[in-house]
Every structure is written in C-alpha cells, then in structure tokens.
C-alpha cells in the first residue's frame, strides 16, 4: 500500500492538506529549567514556584544541566544534528501567566538541528510503505503558568506551578498530508521519547501537547495560508482537527474567503476549531539573546556520553525481535510500541528461558503468541491493562511453563489464568489446589476411549467407512469426559489405536 493519498473533497474539486506540528514535552527532570522547584504533576496550585519563577525582581536563572542531556539525548534518537553552539534568547510578549513577562526560549540557534522520523501507517503489514518526516528543530525553552477560569465567578485565578518547567518544542517540517499521518507521526515521536526517558509522554497531564499547523491546496500549487491549533492532547484529537479545520479552510476559500494567519483552538465536543487571536511573527516578540545566561558550549566527550547512553530504540528493537525472536512483524509492531510492554515481554522471555531450560529464542515465540492472544483478551475482559495486572511476567512465565512441560493444558491454561488474575495466586498453587493437573496415565486414558468408542458404536462404523471428520467428535468426547485434563497429544494416539 502506499503511505497515503488523502484530498479534501469541496465543491470546486479536490483539495490538499499540508500539516506541521509543533510538539512540546515537558523534559524528564526533578526541577524546572532555571530553578529548583519541584515538576510533579497534581501538586496544589502555587505550591511549586520559586522566586526565580515568579520573577521576583533581582532572581537570576540557573541552568539545569540535566534538561540539556534529555534533550541532546532526544535529538541523537531521531539522527538529527546537535549543535554544538547554542544560545537562548528572550521571546517578550505579555500575559498573565508569564511573570517575567517574557519567556526563555531559543529561536537563532538551537541546541538541536535537523533530524528525521520514520513512520509507517500500516504497522500489520510488513510490506507497508513508510514516509520520511523531516524534523526542523529542537529549541528547550521555558513553559508559562496556567489561568484557572473555573474557580471564581468573575475573576480567572494564576496557579504558576508549570511556569519555569523545562519544555522541548519539536518543530517538523509541513511534510504530513493526511490526518493518518500526523497521528502516526505524533505516536511514533511519543514513543521514542518514552524510551529514550526525556519526556513521560503523558498527554492527559500536559506534559505532551501539539499545535496543529494546517493548510491547503489545489494539488501541486502552492503553500496556502496556515493555522495553528494550540494545545491539543491526544493523538485523537491531532487527527481530527487536521480533518475538521482543513474543511473549514476548503469550504471557506470556496464560499469566497480567505484563510488568516491565526492561531485556533479545537473543541472536542462540537469537532470544530474557533479563533483565538490573530498569529505573531517572530519579529513581534522583539526577541533578542538573553542577557543572563551564557551560550552553551558542548565538548566532543559530554556527547559522546549522551549517545552511549541512548537505549536500544523502537525501529531497532522491533527489527531484533523479528530476526533474532522470529516474531511476526506484526507481534514485533505490538510489542515495542510502547518501551513499558517492550520491558514486561523481555523479562516475560528471561523468565520463561529459565523455568523451561531452554534459549530465549527458543521460548519468545510462544511467549509473544500467548501474551498477544490470551493474555491481554484475559485482562481486557476485568478492565485492566499490562501494568495494573495482578500478574506479572515472572507469573505468567510459570503458567507458561506448566504447559510446557506437560503438567496442564492449553484449555486449562485459560482457566487457571483467570484464577491467577481473579485471586493473585500462583500458576503452581491454583494447579494443586483445585487439581487440575494434566491426566498423562495412558492406562486411564484408554480406558476412557473405550467407553466413549462403545457408546457411539454408530458413529464409530461411520468413522471407518471413510468418514474421518468425525475424529474431532471422538477427542472433544474425550477431552470432555477427563474434565479437560486429558493430555491432548496421548489422547489422540489412544484414539487412532483404537480406531484403526
């Protein structure tokens, strides 16, 4: 398939849409950009501001180091290059949740160049077409406050504990041209900063959110008029605002408007985007170098460190699990989408590897296949995910072993994991409490075939006058007569003995 071919249909023709967004994550740190205030996320409004936050007149920044690692670290994620020269600068404009009334910013001279991410918009599909999305910049900038309008009937209150909190603005480039694709460009950039460390990627919390820069056009002419859409957070919602306000632009221009240069906002329950304000150009922030704080310079050894401490990333590690775990493209696609599934199936293996005795190769195609189908089934149906599971991957290894090594079913497997989950016992405890052991002795087994074989004598006629399908008939009879305890593979050497 290709990667996509997407148009806006209007009544004057086809239309196409151009997208950019501007992706801000708040980076991975204990303290904010220019001070020692804490960063977690429910805190009591104002509960974490310091006087270098709130501006107090005299307060100096001092940079945190540890934001420019995260975010040297996330630029060598996606091959981009990182500039050895940076230097902040102040981006001045006025509002009430901006105490310096200015924010630190980098506009000139990022710390982080040109990079790329590869996505794919068929990850099921091994033979899929993937698609380029150049990445223009990394700047780490300063984040504002918040305005709260819920809590007063006339007033709008200031809670300052996100103002000084360390950002990466990720600025691509307008190369995405379906809402697909800036939903899996948005995924796939969330995905590489969680496994790099340098953002949660939490966008329920805020602390990862887009503006969404659309356009159209008639195919093949020109760039048109964009919008920005602030602050949207969801991969959900990225997708539909590329849909809801390309229409707009198209029905506008062809009801004989012109599109502004503003800046939108989305709202979810009507699926529309409506004017905020009109959008600046850079020289409206009157930006110039910040006065304060000294460029960055970055010796050869500090990133050296910084790419040896990069982990093994998604496109790497799905690559490894289809060639070294043999895991179907799809499996693989799954399993490292998120680096927190990525760890609980690689301890899931180890685990397995151990109680079996056997390589982890050997074992992680049978883990992946179980963890795919029965396992997560199991814990969608008590409304859990992986990682609020009453079953961890050392647990799940041991049911896995007691199949392997003949001690249950697969049939009983399932219901001991629902057990498993229901109680928090273990595979082994649920086995020998509730009996459930496989029956192996072929001297029980045959004894049970014979019975089933004389009380459907008529069926066993048919059988041998050529009708094999009933076979099938003959085990689940079986099967169903030792409680499902029967060993399947003995069960059918017992039967075709007695049947031939």
Same mark, same amino acid.
């Given at each position: 398939m290709t990667v996509s071919t997407y148009r806006i249909h209007g009544a004057t023709g086809e239309w196409e849409v151009v997208i950019g967004l501007e992706v801000h994550a708040q980076i991975t740190t204990q303290a904010k950009l220019f001070s020692g205030s804490a960063t977690a996320f429910g805190a009591e409004p104002n509960s974490q501001v310091s006087f270098v936050d709130a501006a107090m007149p005299g307060m100096l920044p001092v940079l945190n180091g540890e934001c420019i690692r995260q975010a040297v670290r996330t630029g060598m994620a996606i091959g981009a290059q990182?500039?050895?020269?940076?230097?902040?600068?102040?981006?001045?404009?006025?509002?009430?949740?901006?105490?310096?009334?200015?924010?630190?910013?980098?506009?000139?001279?990022?710390?982080?160049?040109e990079g790329a991410i590869e996505i794919s918009l068929d990850d099921k599909n091994p033979d899929a077409? &993937?698609?380029?999305?150049?990445?223009?910049?990394?700047?780490?900038?300063? #984040?504002?406050?918040?305005?709260?309008?819920?809590?007063?009937? &006339?007033?709008?209150?200031?809670?300052?504990?996100?103002?000084?909190?360390?950002?990466?603005?990720?600025?691509?480039?307008?190369?995405?041209? !379906? $809402?697909?694709?800036?939903?899996?460009y948005l995924a796939k950039l969330? /995905?590489?900063?969680?496994?790099?460390? !340098?953002?949660?990627?939490?966008?329920?919390?805020?602390?990862?959110?887009?503006?969404?820069?659309? /356009?159209?056009?008639?195919?093949?002419?020109?760039?048109? *008029?964009? &919008?920005? *859409?602030?602050?949207?957070? /969801?991969?959900?919602?990225?997708?539909?605002?590329?849909?809801?306000?390309?229409?707009?632009?198209? =029905?506008?221009?062809?009801?004989?408007?012109t599109v502004s240069q503003e800046t939108r906002l989305y709202d979810?329950?009507?699926?529309? +985007?409506?004017?905020?304000?009109?959008?600046?150009?850079?020289?409206?922030?009157?930006?110039? $170098?910040?006065? =304060?704080?000294?460029?960055?310079v970055l010796d050869d050894a500090y990133l050296a460190e910084c790419l040896a401490s990069l982990p093994e990333l998604p496109d790497a590690k799905r690559q490894r699990y289809e060639n070294a775990l043999g895991l179907t493209p799809y499996a693989a696609g799954v399993l490292t989408?998120?680096?927190? &599934?990525?760890?609980?199936?690689?301890?899931?293996? +180890?685990?397995?590897?151990?109680?079996?005795?056997? $390589?982890?190769?050997?074992?992680?195609?049978?883990?992946?296949?179980?963890?795919?189908?029965?396992?997560?089934g199991a814990l969608n149906k008590i409304g859990k995910d992986l990682f609020s599971s009453p079953v961890g991957p050392e647990g799940a290894a041991e049911l896995l072993a007691l199949?392997?090594?003949? *001690?249950? /079913?697969?049939?009983?497997?399932?219901?001991?994991?629902?057990?498993?989950?229901? *109680?928090? #016992?273990?595979?082994?405890?649920?086995?020998e409490r509730e009996g459930l052991k496989q029956e192996s002795d072929t001297g029980a087994i045959d004894a049970v075939v014979a019975k089933i074989l004389a009380d459907n004598a008529e069926k066993v006629a048919q059988y041998r006058a050529g009708k094999e399908a009933l076979f099938g008939f003959f085990v689940g009879q079986t099967m169903k007569a030792m409680a499902g305890k029967g060993n399947p593979q003995l069960v059918n050497e017992a039967l075709k003995k007695a049947l031939a």
């Open positions: 990182i500039n050895k020269w940076s230097r902040f600068d102040r981006k001045n404009y006025f509002y009430a949740d901006l105490p310096q009334g200015y924010q630190i910013s980098q506009l000139y001279h990022p710390l982080v160049g077409e &993937t698609k380029i999305i150049g990445v223009e910049r990394i700047h780490v900038e300063q #984040d504002a406050g918040k305005l709260m309008h819920d809590q007063h009937p &006339t007033m709008s209150y200031v809670d300052l504990n996100r103002s000084g909190v360390a950002l990466m603005e990720i600025v691509s480039r307008p190369d995405m041209a !379906s $809402p697909q694709e800036a939903g899996a969330r /995905s590489i900063l969680r496994y790099v460390g !340098s953002c949660d990627g939490n966008m329920d919390q805020g602390s990862m959110r887009a503006d969404v820069n659309v /356009s159209v056009r008639r195919p093949g002419e020109p760039l048109g *008029t964009r &919008t920005e *859409t602030k602050n949207v957070n /969801s991969v959900r919602f990225v997708m539909a605002v590329v849909e809801a306000e390309a229409r707009r632009q198209v =029905d506008l221009i062809e009801d004989g408007g979810p329950d009507k699926n529309e +985007t409506r004017s905020m304000r009109s959008k600046e150009d850079a020289h409206d922030y009157r930006y110039f $170098p910040d006065p =304060d704080l000294l460029p960055l989408a998120e680096v927190e &599934t990525a760890r609980w199936f690689e301890v899931l293996v +180890t685990a397995c590897a151990k109680a079996q005795g056997k $390589p982890e190769a050997e074992v992680a195609k049978q883990a992946a296949n179980w963890l795919l189908s029965e396992f997560f199949v392997g090594n003949g *001690t249950i /079913s697969g049939s009983i497997a399932k219901v001991v994991l629902e057990k498993m989950l229901e *109680t928090g #016992d273990g595979a082994g405890v649920i086995v």
